[in-house]
C-alpha cells in the first residue's frame, strides 16, 4: 500500500500545533507495517535552514488557478527512511508566520492544487491520498471535479481526517470562481456551501471516500448538534464512512528513560519520579517537599482547554488543599493575567509559567503527580497520552480522546489509570481533583494506579493498524 500524507505541518520540519505530531509520527508507524508512506508539506520561509539546506530540487510545475498560472517547485529529503516533498512557492509561503493571512484560501487551494500536479508526474504513484485538517481538503473535490479523467490519477481513493472541527477554512463565495475554477452549480448543500460562504472542510466530507477523526468518542460528538460545529448534519449523512481512530504518541520521543530533559531518567520508580519532583520545585522556587502532591498543567490558555473551570475554583483549591500546582502554556490574555494572580496570591503553592519550552514541559510532567485537563472538547489530546508515560495521573473531563484514553480510578476493584468528571462544571472538576488527592494519599492504591498508567501506553503501532485497516476496505 502506497500513502501519500499531506498537511500543513510536520514535525521535525514544522510546528505549531498536534498535527504535526501526527504527521510526524503516523508515517513511520505505517512504514514500520511494511507499507510505503510519504508526506508532502508546503515549504515554509520558518522552516530552520538546516532542513532547507537539505532539499533537492525534484521537478518545477504550472499550477493554475484560474486565470493566474503560478510556479511551484518540488523539494524533497529523505529523512528516517521516508520522502518528504515540500511544495515551494515564496510569494505563498516566504512568511514570518504559517497561518493567519487574507489570502489564506488562495495559499491553500495552490497548495491543493499543487499536491496533484506534483502526483501526476511523480514515478511513485500513491493508493491512498490522506489529507488532514481544512489545508488539504480540496485534493478529494479536486481528484473528483478537475482530475476525474486524468489517466496518472486512476484508482486513488482519499481518507480526510479532521484533527479539530473547529477550524474549518471558511471563505467568501467569490473565490469558488476566481480562485477554484467552479461555476455556480458547486455552491450547493452537498458540495461546499456554508451559510452563503465556502467551506474547504466540507468539500472533504461530501468528497473524500472515508473520514476520520481522532478518537472514537469526538466521531460521534461531532455528529450532534452541540459539538458539530454546524457541519453535524454532513456527518451524519456520511456516519457508515466514519470512523474514529485515537492518536497515539511516539514513544521513543517520549520516553522519561531517555529523555535529556530530564534530572533523574526513570521507567517505573516512583522514587525517582519523587526526585524530579524536588528538582522541578527547586528550579521553580516552590518549597521543597517530596510528599506535597503537585498537579502539572501544560496548554494553550484558551477557553476550550477548560481554563473558565480552573479560574472558577483556583483559588479555592489553593487556599484549603495542601498541594503545589506549575503550569506552562500560553494564550488569551486574561488567562494569563488570572494564573498570574493565582501565583503571586499563593506564591508557595503556584508557579505559572507564561511561556513554550518543550523542555520544561517534559520536565513538568515527571516531576508531577497528577495532571489536569479539563477540556470543553478535545478531540483526542496528546497532554494526557504523554502524563501517562510519565506516569502522571490525569485530571480529565470525559470528552472525546480524554473519554477514550483515560478511565476513573476505582478504589474497590483497583483498575483505572486516571481520575474523570462527566459535566463542564467547575465544581464537579474540584470534587474530583479533591478524591486525587485523596488517593494520592492511600499509598497501596496510588502503587496500583501507578501499575496502571505502566500498561495503559498508547503508541502509533496500534492506531496504524487500525489506519491500514481501513485503507484496505478502501479496495476490496
Same mark, same amino acid.
Given at each position: 500500500?502506497?500513502? /501519500?500524507?499531506?498537511?500543513?505541518? +510536520?514535525?521535525?520540519?514544522?510546528?505549531?500545533?498536534?498535527?504535526?505530531?501526527?504527521?510526524?509520527?503516523?508515517?513511520?508507524?505505517?512504514?514500520?507495517?511494511?507499507?510505503?508512506?510519504?508526506?508532502?508539506?508546503?515549504?515554509?520561509?520558518?522552516?530552520?535552514?538546516?532542513?532547507?539546506?537539505?532539499?533537492?530540487?525534484?521537478?518545477?510545475?504550472?499550477?493554475?488557478?484560474?486565470?493566474?498560472?503560478?510556479? !511551484?517547485?518540488?523539494?524533497?529529503?529523505?529523512? %528516517?527512511?521516508?520522502?518528504?516533498?515540500?511544495?515551494?512557492?515564496?510569494?505563498?509561503?516566504?512568511?514570518?508566520?504559517?497561518?493567519?493571512?487574507?489570502? &489564506?484560501? &488562495?495559499?491553500?487551494?495552490?497548495?491543493?492544487?499543487?499536491?496533484?500536479?506534483?502526483?501526476?508526474?511523480?514515478?511513485?504513484?500513491?493508493?491512498?491520498?490522506?489529507?488532514?485538517?481544512?489545508?488539504?481538503?480540496?485534493?478529494?473535490?479536486?481528484?473528483?471535479?478537475?482530475?476525474?479523467?486524468?489517466?496518472?490519477?486512476?484508482?486513488?481513493?482519499?481518507?480526510?481526517?479532521?484533527?479539530?472541527?473547529?477550524?474549518?477554512?471558511?471563505?467568501?463565495?467569490?473565490?469558488?470562481?476566481?480562485?477554484?475554477?467552479?461555476?455556480?452549480?458547486?455552491? *450547493?448543500?452537498?458540495?461546499?456551501?456554508?451559510?452563503?460562504?465556502?467551506?474547504?472542510?466540507?468539500?472533504?466530507?461530501?468528497?473524500?471516500?472515508?473520514? *476520520?477523526?481522532?478518537?472514537?468518542?469526538?466521531?460521534?460528538?461531532?455528529?450532534?448538534?452541540?459539538?458539530?460545529?454546524?457541519?453535524?448534519?454532513?456527518?451524519?449523512?456520511?456516519?457508515?464512512?466514519?470512523?474514529?481512530?485515537?492518536?497515539?504518541?511516539?514513544?521513543?520521543?517520549? %520516553?522519561?528513560?531517555?529523555?535529556?530533559?530530564?534530572?533523574?531518567?526513570?521507567?517505573?520508580?516512583?522514587?525517582?519520579?519523587?526526585?524530579?519532583?524536588?528538582?522541578?520545585?527547586?528550579?521553580?522556587?516552590?518549597?521543597?517537599?517530596?510528599?506535597?502532591?503537585?498537579?502539572?498543567?501544560?496548554?494553550?490558555?484558551?477557553?476550550?482547554?477548560?481554563?473558565?473551570?480552573?479560574?472558577?475554583?483556583?483559588? &479555592?483549591?489553593?487556599?484549603?488543599?495542601?498541594?503545589?500546582? @506549575?503550569?506552562?502554556? *500560553?494564550?488569551?490574555?486574561?488567562?494569563?493575567?488570572?494564573?498570574?494572580? !493565582?501565583?503571586?496570591?499563593?506564591?508557595?503553592?503556584?508557579?505559572?509559567?507564561?511561556?513554550?519550552?518543550?523542555?520544561?514541559?517534559?520536565?513538568?510532567?515527571?516531576?508531577?503527580?497528577?495532571? /489536569?485537563?479539563?477540556?470543553?472538547?478535545?478531540? +483526542?489530546?496528546?497532554?494526557?497520552?504523554?502524563?501517562?508515560?510519565?506516569?502522571?495521573?490525569?485530571? @480529565?473531563?470525559?470528552?472525546?480522546?480524554?473519554?477514550?484514553?483515560?478511565?476513573?480510578?476505582?478504589?474497590?476493584?483497583?483498575?483505572?489509570?486516571?481520575?474523570?468528571?462527566?459535566?463542564?462544571? !467547575?465544581?464537579?472538576?474540584?470534587?474530583?481533583?479533591?478524591?486525587? /488527592?485523596?488517593?494520592?494519599?492511600?499509598?497501596?492504591?496510588?502503587?496500583?494506579?501507578?501499575?496502571?498508567?505502566?500498561?495503559?501506553?498508547?503508541?502509533?503501532?496500534?492506531?496504524?493498524?487500525?489506519?491500514?485497516?481501513?485503507?484496505?476496505?478502501?479496495?476490496?
Amino acid at each position: 500500500m502506497n500513502v /501519500l500524507m499531506i498537511g500543513s505541518e +510536520c514535525s521535525p520540519f514544522i510546528k505549531t500545533g498536534g498535527l504535526a505530531d501526527v504527521l510526524g509520527s503516523l508515517p513511520q508507524a505505517l512504514q514500520e507495517q511494511g507499507q510505503e508512506v510519504r508526506v508532502v508539506l508546503p515549504k515554509y520561509q520558518e522552516m530552520k535552514e538546516e532542513w532547507k539546506q537539505q532539499l533537492t530540487l525534484l521537478t518545477t510545475l504550472n499550477v493554475q488557478l484560474n486565470w493566474r498560472n503560478q510556479y !511551484a517547485g518540488v523539494e524533497y529529503i529523505e529523512y %528516517d527512511g521516508i520522502t518528504y516533498y515540500f511544495i515551494d512557492n515564496e510569494y505563498y509561503f516566504k512568511r514570518s508566520n504559517l497561518y493567519g493571512y487574507g489570502d &489564506e484560501a &488562495e495559499r491553500f487551494i495552490f497548495f491543493n492544487r499543487a499536491v496533484l500536479e506534483m502526483v501526476k508526474e511523480l514515478d511513485w504513484k500513491p493508493d491512498v491520498l490522506h489529507c488532514h485538517d481544512w489545508h488539504a481538503a480540496l485534493v478529494p473535490l479536486y481528484l473528483k471535479t478537475h482530475y476525474k479523467d486524468v489517466e496518472e490519477l486512476a484508482g486513488m481513493k482519499t481518507v480526510f481526517t479532521i484533527h479539530n472541527l473547529k477550524y474549518q477554512g471558511v471563505f467568501p463565495d467569490s473565490v469558488l470562481h476566481d480562485l477554484m475554477d467552479f461555476d455556480e452549480t458547486m455552491k *450547493t448543500e452537498e458540495s461546499l456551501e456554508f451559510f452563503g460562504n465556502i467551506n474547504f472542510m466540507k468539500a472533504a466530507l461530501n468528497y473524500s471516500d472515508f473520514i *476520520t477523526t481522532v478518537s472514537e468518542t469526538y466521531a460521534n460528538e461531532i455528529q450532534t448538534p452541540y459539538y458539530g460545529e454546524n457541519l453535524d448534519g454532513v456527518l451524519r449523512r456520511r456516519t457508515d464512512e466514519l470512523v474514529g481512530i485515537v492518536n497515539g504518541i511516539n514513544d521513543k520521543e517520549y %520516553d522519561p528513560m531517555k529523555d535529556e530533559a530530564l534530572a533523574f531518567p526513570y521507567r517505573s520508580s516512583l522514587i525517582k519520579k519523587r526526585q524530579n519532583k524536588m528538582w522541578l520545585q527547586q528550579e521553580l522556587g516552590l518549597p521543597i517537599n517530596k510528599d506535597i502532591p503537585v498537579i502539572g498543567i501544560v496548554s494553550r490558555l484558551v477557553e476550550q482547554k477548560g481554563f473558565d473551570l480552573i479560574g472558577r475554583i483556583i483559588d &479555592e483549591l489553593l487556599y484549603h488543599e495542601d498541594l503545589q500546582i @506549575v503550569l506552562l502554556g *500560553t494564550g488569551e490574555y486574561h488567562y494569563e493575567q488570572m494564573l498570574q494572580w !493565582a501565583q503571586d496570591r499563593h506564591p508557595e503553592k503556584m508557579s505559572t509559567n507564561i511561556t513554550f519550552s518543550d523542555r520544561l514541559s517534559r520536565q513538568i510532567y515527571a516531576g508531577s503527580d497528577l495532571f /489536569l485537563m479539563p477540556s470543553r472538547f478535545e478531540p +483526542c489530546g496528546i497532554g494526557q497520552l504523554i502524563a501517562l508515560r510519565y506516569l502522571s495521573a490525569p485530571i @480529565v473531563r470525559e470528552t472525546g480522546g480524554l473519554a477514550d484514553t483515560v478511565h476513573s480510578y476505582d478504589l474497590e476493584t483497583g483498575e483505572g489509570n486516571g481520575f474523570t468528571f462527566t459535566n463542564y462544571n !467547575a465544581h464537579d472538576m474540584l470534587f474530583t481533583i479533591r478524591r486525587a /488527592l485523596e488517593i494520592y494519599q492511600d499509598k497501596a492504591a496510588w502503587q496500583q494506579l501507578v501499575k496502571n498508567m505502566v500498561k495503559s501506553q498508547f503508541s502509533w503501532k496500534l492506531s496504524a493498524a487500525q489506519y491500514l485497516e481501513l485503507y484496505e476496505t478502501m479496495f476490496e
